[in-house]
């Protein structure tokens, strides 16, 4: 359609644009501003008692929103960590992950809603057009940035509606409390947790593919066996955490060929104990050449020599692997005779 075709009326600005925008549309120019469209009142701008409903209907999101961010804090502090519950469709959840999330989602849902609801129904919707500018504003600019300010707040009603606003400043300044009370999970402090391992003397080491105890007999030249200690059950809650520091790799060597005097003392009949995590950042070792007596972690290659007290002959790990002191209890199996006397694993020591 030509420019010609077009009607006059449709490129004519509304008052309503001429009045903020000043904008002349040239009907016979198919680029014309069309200015702004004719402001049409919503229900709210002319009825007070809709207006009013309006208002209680934010009142009460926000107000479900402080309810919400309440039953966050009460759920993470009455709801067990260990407490299962099966909820229809999800199935078997933890209570208070679930109800953790659906309290803080209904907190941040309510404001979204409230302010979304406050915006489309009670705050100004007279659209004006703002003249594009230089980015270093005059003086006379910034004033009427400010004046704009107080008439945007005048217009949001936020003065003359203080019910909206005390809910509003009510579940804003609630929510950052669920933020406050879950830096709890970052402790308690791990104590000694991180320097010991629940290896002690007399505690039998067990094959970790049999789940039964080692005889020295088992353990074969050549052979890499891993173990962990007597007692340690797999199905318990806390087993990899106690796993993950006190998993052990068993070795033997020929005790001519063991170069380091304190790992001799501490083997047993050339068998000698070493802890299986890295020590640059705890991947458990799994790689064994048994002629040169050297485990590999398959993370970045760092390299013990088994034969020399596990010193890191390649790689990036800065430590040698902890060794465990280990003997034959009166029955003939092996056990510990104590716990390691270095943390294992990655050297968080050093730094602190
Ligand atoms: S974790 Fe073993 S080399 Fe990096």
């Not at 020599?305 to 790990?317: E, K, N, Y």
Request: negative net charge.
């Amino acid at each position: 359609m030509s420019s010609q075709e077009i009607p006059e009326e449709k490129h004519l600005p509304s008052e309503q644009g001429d009045a903020h925008h000043g904008a002349v549309a040239v009907a016979d120019d198919p680029f014309a501003d069309p200015g702004l469209p004719v402001h049409r009142p919503r229900i709210q701008d002319i009825d007070e008692r809709a207006a009013k409903r309006s208002e209680r209907t934010v009142a009460l999101l926000f107000t479900l929103s402080m309810l919400a961010t309440v039953a966050f804090i009460a759920s993470f502090v009455i709801l067990p960590v260990d407490k299962i519950v099966y909820i229809f469709p999800i199935g078997k959840v933890s209570a208070l992950n679930f109800a953790l999330g659906v309290s803080l989602g209904a907190a941040l849902f309510c404001i979204g809603a409230g302010a979304v609801h406050w915006a489309r129904t009670l705050m100004s919707d007279v659209e004006v057009a703002a003249e594009r500018h230089e980015i270093a504003a005059p003086a006379e600019v910034k004033a009427q940035v400010l004046q704009d300010f107080a008439d945007g707040a005048r217009e949001s009603a936020i003065g003359r509606r203080p019910l909206i606003r005390n809910t509003m400043f009510g579940a804003l300044a609630l929510l950052p409390l669920s933020a406050v009370v879950i830096l709890r999970d970052l402790g308690p402090l791990p104590e000694d947790k991180l320097r010991k391992t629940i290896w002690a003397k007399g505690k039998m080491l067990i094959n970790q593919n049999t789940m039964e105890p080692l005889r020295p007999e088992d353990i074969v030249v050549g052979s890499l066996t891993f173990a962990m200690p007597e007692g340690l059950e797999e199905d318990a809650h806390d087993f990899q955490t106690q796993i993950a520091k006190a998993a052990l790799m068993i070795v033997r060597i020929q005790p001519e060929n063991i170069k380091d005097k304190k790992e001799l003392e501490w083997s047993h009949d050339g068998i000698v104990a070493y802890s299986k995590i890295c020590t640059h950042v705890g991947c458990p070792i799994s790689l064994y050449e048994q002629q040169s007596h050297h485990v590999l972690c398959p993370c970045h290659q760092s390299t013990f020599d088994l034969s020399d007290g596990a010193r890191v002959i390649f790689g990036p790990a800065g430590h040698a692997l902890p060794q465990l002191r280990i003997g034959v209890n009166d029955e003939g199996f092996l056990e510990a005779l104590g716990d390691f006397e270095e943390p294992v694993g990655p050297s968080f020591w050093e730094r602190g």
